[in-house]
């Protein structure tokens, strides 16, 4: 079954970096688009960053963030850099598309603050 595993998160102040690692499992991966998504308190998830046939990013991360996979590792990752406090949500990666009937991993909590 799909199997989806975020880590890297944590404290950092303004202007700081983090980068996260996604380890997913249970479909084929290669073949598929991954996404990066966050969901801060009180909002909705919001889909941040893509590869598939090409890379994009959300205009609130374009040139600060960016995401790259390891097909052979199963793995996508999420540099950010220059981090604000508005990035502060929980993190999750997942398939491109996804929704809430999909499976989803817990996520990794980043704060950004001072």
């Known amino acids: 079954q799909v199997q989806i595993v975020e880590s890297g998160g944590g404290l950092v102040q303004p202007g700081g970096s983090l980068k996260l690692s996604c380890v997913a499992s249970g479909f084929t991966f290669s073949s598929s688009g991954m996404a990066w998504y966050r969901q801060a308190a009180e909002k909705g998830r919001e889909l941040i960053a893509a590869t598939g046939r090409s890379i994009n990013y959300a205009d609130s991360v374009k040139g600060r963030f960016t995401i790259s996979r390891d097909n052979a590792k199963n793995a996508v990752y999420l540099e950010m850099n220059n981090l604000k406090p508005e990035d502060t949500a929980v993190y999750y990666c997942?398939?491109?598309?996804?929704?809430?009937?999909?499976?989803w991993g817990h996520g990794t909590q980043v704060t950004v603050s001072s």
């Open positions: 997942n398939r491109l598309p996804a929704t809430d009937r999909d499976v």
